[in-house]
């Protein structure tokens, strides 16, 4: 779908900014989600109530976030700065544009490695009964499966393509010294999108975002790809 509404959850395209942010060169946008938009599904608490978390990447996969909590009115849609046209993934961010819906999307996917053997020849039987009384769509796969599924989602289950999903070492350059971050399966999953050959996944490094401090500093990107 084509984004037509400024401020508006998106994934690619162009993004929609205030005149604060900046559109750097040698950087992607990736995507934009309004908080507002997210606030019933996010369970954990892990967003602001409003405002929008903006997602860019540099190349040489180094990304940048920036929030902005002020009126929709104040936002324009941004080409992107003077740059090389063969910034890898550009064109394809491009084609992409897409606003993120939140009508009439559920969608249920469930593992179903061990149920066929703890329910036997029931098995067969849930998949129907699950459709009749949820009335929206069940996805059965395989553990480690993702073919399936979305790979462009809020929430739910990082997709790891590499076997990255029991812990995964992230160095990060700081100040004095380089500091390391261990990534654990239990840390809270904001977003994951696809890109290049496999999914770019957010996370945040403790809780809830405070937006009072950087977002460059409380959210860590791991990229799996195949």
Request: charged letters at 25%; proline letters at 4%.
């Given at each position: ?9 998106k994934?690619?395209?162009?993004p ?22 997210l606030?019933?599904?996010?369970i ?32 324009k849609v ?41 329910l ?6 849930l998949?129907?009964?699950?459709k009749?009384n ?21 929430f ?15 160095f ?38 405070d ?16």
């Amino acid at each position: 779908m084509v984004c037509t509404v400024l401020g508006t959850s998106k994934v690619g395209g162009l993004p929609h900014l205030p005149d604060s942010i900046k559109f750097l060169p040698n950087e992607l946008f990736l995507a934009q989600l309004n908080c507002s938009e997210l606030k019933d599904y996010d369970i954990f608490n892990l967003l602001p109530d409003s405002g929008i978390i903006y997602f860019f990447i540099e190349e040489g996969d180094y990304p940048r976030y920036a929030y902005y909590d002020g009126q929709t009115s104040q936002l324009k849609v941004c080409q992107y700065p003077e740059q090389d046209d063969s910034l890898y993934g550009k064109k394809e961010l491009m084609k992409r544009s897409c606003t993120i819906d939140f009508v009439n999307t559920e969608l249920i996917t469930i593992v179903k490695d061990g149920l066929e053997w703890s329910l036997g020849d029931s098995f067969n039987e849930l998949n129907s009964l699950l459709k009749e009384n949820l009335n929206c769509p069940v996805i059965f796969y395989e553990y480690g499966d993702y073919g399936l599924l979305p790979t462009d989602f809020i929430f739910g289950r990082p997709i790891f393509w590499q076997g990255e999903d029991e812990e995964f070492q992230v160095f990060e350059e700081g100040e004095d010294e380089e500091e390391s971050y261990s990534y654990r399966f239990s840390d809270p999953h904001i977003f994951s999108m696809e890109y290049g050959e496999g999914n770019i996944n957010f996370f945040t490094k403790s809780s809830a975002l405070d937006v009072s401090r950087d977002l460059n500093e409380q959210i860590i990107e791991i990229y799996s790809g195949t």
